[in-house]
């Protein structure tokens, strides 16, 4: 998920236990869920974010499928990989409405990144997956900006 605020700044976490390991918030789809929910749901469990203080402003066209050259330690017996979709979701709250020490932890350190210090930033394994959605992010900007969104 790409959350971003009224600053046109986008949420990057540091994946706990993983020093340096930037990534945008993500997760699976739990069964019966509809992928909006999945949205709301893991910003939730990974920024501890109340569904009030998001909205989803759309759903991008960018997709990414990628396998890890190794099992990770947290998906043993369960996947190696996954397939992403993006999602750009409007931050609606204050940052003191942000908490990463949720009962699902998964980021130990969060910041607020243009998309440029995004691409510097981000874990190198996940880069390639972020390169459309950010582009997609900065049409999104350039449109809302100049008053072109509906």
């Given at each position: 998920m790409?959350l971003?605020n009224?600053?046109?700044?986008?949420?990057?976490g540091?994946?706990?236990?993983?020093?340096?390991h930037?990534?945008?918030?993500?997760?699976?789809?739990?069964?019966g869920?509809?992928l909006e929910?999945?949205?709301?749901?893991?910003?939730?469990e990974?920024?501890?974010l109340?569904a009030?203080?998001?909205?989803i402003a759309?759903?991008?066209?960018?997709?990414?499928?990628y396998?890890?050259?190794?099992v990770r330690?947290?998906?043993?017996?369960?996947?190696?990989?996954?397939?992403?979709?993006f999602w750009?979701v409007?931050?609606l709250?204050?940052?003191?409405?942000i908490?990463?020490?949720?009962?699902?932890k998964?980021?130990?350190?969060?910041?607020?990144c243009?998309?440029?210090?995004?691409?510097t930033?981000?874990?190198?394994v996940?880069l390639?997956g972020y390169?459309?959605p950010l582009?997609?992010?900065?049409?999104y900007?350039?449109?809302?900006?100049?008053?072109?969104l509906?």
């Amino acid at each position: 998920m790409l959350l971003f605020n009224n600053a046109g700044k986008l949420w990057l976490g540091e994946r706990d236990g993983e020093p340096g390991h930037w990534q945008f918030p993500q997760g699976g789809v739990d069964e019966g869920d509809s992928l909006e929910d999945t949205v709301v749901r893991e910003l939730g469990e990974e920024v501890g974010l109340a569904a009030d203080k998001v909205r989803i402003a759309k759903k991008l066209r960018a997709t990414f499928d990628y396998d890890w050259p190794e099992v990770r330690s947290y998906g043993k017996k369960k996947y190696r990989g996954q397939s992403q979709t993006f999602w750009l979701v409007e931050f609606l709250g204050e940052d003191n409405d942000i908490n990463v020490a949720t009962d699902h932890k998964e980021f130990m350190n969060w910041k607020w990144c243009s998309s440029a210090e995004v691409r510097t930033i981000a874990s190198k394994v996940r880069l390639p997956g972020y390169l459309m959605p950010l582009r997609e992010f900065e049409d999104y900007l350039l449109l809302r900006d100049t008053g072109l969104l509906e």
